[in-house]
């Protein structure tokens, strides 16, 4: 992808400092499940450059990967499906046809394990906050 590209397709100005990181993130997306190409390839196929192009968009639009955000009476909400159906395209076309092990959707941000006992010593419990934080 050349420079300009992505403010092209977005229709509007892009830092390119931005747009550089915003076309890294995409090929890094790429790159993880088309294993069966020499990266970058040379020429790039037009597919592989629409999706790269959308994928750098959807970076650009959404740098933290949020579903929702909601500010005082602002309520922004963002497809997560999108980038992964690019992706599984991608690996059905360039790799192996299965995708690597992460996830989309929101409920992947619960899958931690549990948070250790507050406080440190099990089953004691400071009376007020000024005894544990003085």
């Given at each position: 992808m050349q420079t300009g590209q992505l403010a092209t397709y977005l229709q509007h100005d892009v830092k390119a400092a931005t747009e550089t990181t915003a076309i890294r993130v995409a090929e890094g997306w790429l790159l993880s499940v088309t294993t069966s190409l020499t990266w970058p390839p040379s020429p790039v196929p037009e597919d592989l450059w629409a999706w790269a192009i959308e994928l750098a968009a959807i970076a650009y639009n959404n740098p933290l990967g949020l579903v929702q955000r909601i500010t005082d009476e602002d309520t922004r909400a963002w497809s997560t499906?999108?980038?992964?159906?690019?992706?599984?395209?991608?690996?059905?076309?360039?790799?192996?046809?299965?995708?690597?092990?992460?996830?989309?959707?929101?409920?992947?941000?619960?899958?931690?394990?549990?948070?250790?006992?507050?406080?440190?010593?099990?089953?004691?419990?400071?009376?007020?906050?000024?005894?544990?934080?003085?």
């Open positions: 499906s999108r980038r992964a159906e690019i992706l599984e395209a991608a690996a059905r076309r360039y790799g192996s046809g299965v995708m690597p092990a992460f996830s989309d959707s929101a409920t992947s941000a619960s899958n931690f394990p549990p948070a250790p006992r507050w406080p440190d010593a099990p089953g004691v419990c400071p009376s007020t906050w000024e005894d544990c934080c003085p």
